[in-house]
C-alpha cells in the first residue's frame, strides 16, 4: 500500500497535486532567485519584472513536466529516508485487532462482491465435484433428503432404491 512509487504518483496527479505544485513553485522561485544572486537586479533589468517572474513560471513548469520521468531514480533513497518499511511493520504491529480490520476493511471492501461471488462458485463447485465423487454422480440413484427420497417415495436408507 506504501512504497515510494504509489507514494509519488499521488503527490504528482492525485486529488492534492494542486498543492504540491504550488510548493514546487514557490521553491523554484526561491531557488532561481538564490541563483540569480547579486545580479538579480540586472537579470530583472535586463529581462523586465513580468519576463523574469514568466521565466521562473516556466522552470517550474518544465520541472513538473519532466518530474515523472526521472522521480523512479529516487524510489530507493525515498524508502530508505522515510523507513517506510519499518515504519508501517512497526505501527501494524501495534494495532489492536479492530484497527487492525479497519485498516485491511477499506482495501478489500471495493472488491466485496467480486470475492463472494468467487466463493460461491467455488463452493458450489466444490459440492458437485463432492457429489461426484462419493456418490458417483445423480445417475439412477435415488437419495434420502430428511427421510424422503429425490422422487417423493420413503425410502429406507441413503441410495435405497425406490418402491
Known sequence: ILYPEAM?????????????????????????????????????????????LQMKDDIAAQIMEELPKHIYHSYDYTAEALKMEDTLCTAMKGLTYLEFEGVLHPVFEEDELKLILVGALLGAMVG????????????????????????GHLATGCGAESA
Do not use: C
Not at 9 to 20: A, E, Q, V, W, Y
Not at 136 to 143: C, L, S
Open 8 to 52: 509519488w504518483t499521488s503527490i504528482l496527479t492525485g486529488p492534492r497535486s494542486d498543492k504540491f505544485r504550488q510548493m514546487l513553485d514557490r521553491h523554484t522561485h526561491q531557488f532561481v532567485d538564490k541563483m540569480a544572486g547579486k545580479l538579480k537586479p540586472f537579470v530583472k533589468a535586463y529581462l523586465g519584472e513580468m519576463e523574469f
Open 128 to 151: 458437485v465435484f463432492q457429489l461426484l465423487v462419493m456418490f458417483g454422480g445423480v445417475e439412477n440413484e435415488t437419495y434420502v433428503i430428511f427421510g424422503d427420497s429425490i422422487d
